[in-house]
């Protein structure tokens, strides 16, 4: 991709009202643009990391032998009355009226439509269980919309149901889900604790959270340094100091960023929606239900507020919007343009490939890499006319020069 | 992937509303599924033929050099009040309000929300030209929706936006973007003719539609037998017997269904909103532009109105959900059961392969195997004891004898 036109718009000053660092590095690095409080356009760059995310969250899922499907976000006002959530929920659900002043809703989760859509359908034993999951956007009027993609009003998310005969099918389930959530996370590099939690608006019986330590986390977490528990503060008397029973480890606390929970909803939304099946035994019974939320825009949040350093974001292996970042020092030097083109077309063979190609000067070129953070840089300045460029590791900050014939060599023992 | 775990809820029986076939089909063969008037769910199958078609769209789009990104669909009024299409929209433009009463719509369509995310970036001539396009979830407050995902109030769209700092600029992409929209259509096995249009609610002074020739189509069209000419009836003198200019066709006419639509806007929207860059000339003006719908939904509509016989779906090539379709017919039949798991895994390595090993009758499978239409069915019965399946080409019925350790070279001969 040439980078003069793939409008990826650097600032070089962080909106004043930008506090988390991913918030600042977001915006500067041309990721996002806010279009209204909580609610951003993601710029072509941070539009490909969510596309390769997207793509690790379909890999987990589609091993599960879960399928994908797409619910719609207008979700009729009658729906939401059968389950009871119309009532109850608060000023956070955006409520319309059509041209024919029925009342609907912009569904902030799904539980009830994806309800509507099995109920009759999975109505025997024989048919479950079943895991349906979606990448949608999805909406909810927050109070204080925060943190850029942390707190948004329209933001996207992956949301996982899963229908079973007993509840002995949900736990397994239950667990593999939150296996595959752990591959999901470390596949984008983030570390993540799970934290017993609240139930809350969603309901059900069992509930946890998937919190990325981070110091503008909203919730205070006590987790163990070796294994993947953790706990609320608020509902645990653990303690810094304290040892995990189960491993041994020991106890630290922090700010958490919730990326991710899931629920043993159980009957919540089958039985006053009359979701039945047939079971063995011949007694129609309700669908026993599972559901499993994944912020998809705040794991980009969460990624890039973990991986940064002075210069700009340092992207995890996976989610790298691209391989090599070519960087045409002047482009109006013909023998640098020819040598680009060059390193550009045989790069291309090996991975994906941002030529900057752009009418700037150079060194703003070369703050702009650092601040967009492509793993490897190759640098086509003067000495090309030694027949020398200089690749640079964004991680490190290692530069060598490197010649040109020796660069795609060079490159694949980084 | 298993039958079993994908929901797949084939009907015997269409919807009473359903007046297309496409509409019929569609529900069906378990594609879809209404949610509210006009408003639909996308099951899994239905949904991977979708993906299929964003796939062709998106290497259409980036082989122009255009950049993937994604737009709000809530959007200030503030924007639409800027392009004077606040007051100029009628009731199809959802409406709401925040909590804190602000005004907000649903976006139809972005060109509001994509002039505000480029001013003051594209700047200057020298950062031009710039094509950014989207797949994404559009709102209109349809009056009748109709024939699924014809006329729906919630559907997917891609849409693109070109920004030039010349009208030649614009012509050249103008033609670049008709001709890959002829490339999509075709890749997804729908024949298309262009005709000139009249700009509408969307603006600018040259537009041009896609149309697919179908009796359920709404629009009246002359279209030539030999080349991609058509015309509105209402816009043109042309009648059935005339000769087209250019290529010496003949002319016919037909009802059309609108799969795309491509606008020159040039400055309807740059100039009120104040999106300028600075010429070469050194001189501000507003950016040129242009926009290029095409309708995803209605595009797998319109494939399936083309592409159907008696029985069910007759998928294209390049978007057929899954390339081979493993019907074991009794599954109580360990026999059966093993080969049909034999020859799954073996066709793996070669396509895409759904295998059916539902608890149902086996006739039903066969009928519900037509219904949903891949192209290679390879039915696994009672002939298993002598070593033998069954292999039906879905196009032409066609069905032979193969026996089990020939069906990999029989499947490449298709």
């Keep these: 991709m040439r980078q003069s036109m793939m409008f990826i718009p650097t600032l070089k000053e962080a909106p004043k009202d930008a ?4 918030h ?3 915006v500067r690095a041309g990721l996002v643009k806010q279009v209204a ?3 951003y356009s993601y710029l072509p760059l941070g539009y490909k990391v969510i596309k390769k995310i997207e793509t690790i969250i379909r890999e987990e899922m589609d091993a599960l032998g879960c399928s994908e499907l797409l619910l719609p976000a207008l979700q009729t006002a009658d729906l939401w009355k ?5 009532a109850d929920y608060g000023p956070e659900l955006m409520r319309l009226q059509d041209r024919k002043k029925r009342d609907f809703c912009l569904g902030p989760t799904h539980e009830e439509v994806i309800t509507f859509v099995v109920r009759d359908q999975l109505n025997s034993y024989k048919k479950l269980p079943v895991g349906l999951y979606q990448i949608q956007t999805k909406f909810r009027d927050e109070m204080r919309p925060r943190f850029a993609l942390m707190r948004g009003r329209e933001f996207s998310m992956k949301d996982l149901y899963t229908f079973h005969a007993n509840e002995e099918c949900l736990d397994e389930w239950y667990k593999l889900v939150w296996q595959a959530y752990k591959n999901i996370f470390n596949r ?3 570390e993540v604790k799970v934290v017993f939690s609240d139930p809350g608006q969603i309901g059900g019986d069992v509930a946890h959270e998937f919190m990325v330590m981070s110091e503008v986390g909203e919730d205070t977490i006590s987790y163990c340094n070796s294994c993947d528990y953790g706990s609320n503060t608020e509902l645990s008397n653990l303690q810094v100091g304290d040892v995990c029973p189960d491993c041994g480890g020991s106890i630290s606390i922090a700010k958490g960023i919730e990326v991710g929970n899931i629920f043993k909803l159980g009957t919540k939304y089958s039985k006053p929606m009359k979701a039945t099946f047939t079971d063995k035994d011949g007694k129609d019974k309700p669908l026993i239900m599972g559901c499993y939320g994944l912020g998809v825009t705040r794991t980009l949040m969460a990624v890039v507020e973990q991986n940064n350093n002075n210069e700009g974001i340092v992207w995890p292996e996976e989610i790298k919007p691209f ?3 070519i960087v045409c020092f002047d482009v109006k030097k013909d023998e640098q343009v020819e040598a680009s083109m ?3 077309q045989n790069l291309r063979k090996m991975g994906e490939c941002l030529l900057d190609d752009r009418l700037e000067r150079g060194v703003v070129k070369l703050k702009d ?3 967009i953070g492509i793993p490897v840089r190759i640098t086509v300045g003067r000495d090309i006319s030694e027949g020398l460029v200089e690749v640079t590791n964004r991680k490190n900050g290692k530069t060598d020069k490197v010649k040109i014939g020796e660069i795609e060599a060079y490159c694949s023992s980084l």
Excluded: F, N, P, V
């Design 19 to 22: 506090e988390a660092m991913s």
């Design 24 to 26: 600042k590095l977001l």
């Design 37 to 39: 409080a909580g609610i």
């Design 82 to 86: 059968e389950s009871g959530r119309w």
């Design 188 to 190: 984008c590099g983030l």
């Design 323 to 325: 391989d090599y970042h």
């Design 342 to 344: 060059e390193i550009y």
């Design 369 to 371: 890499a650092d601040l």
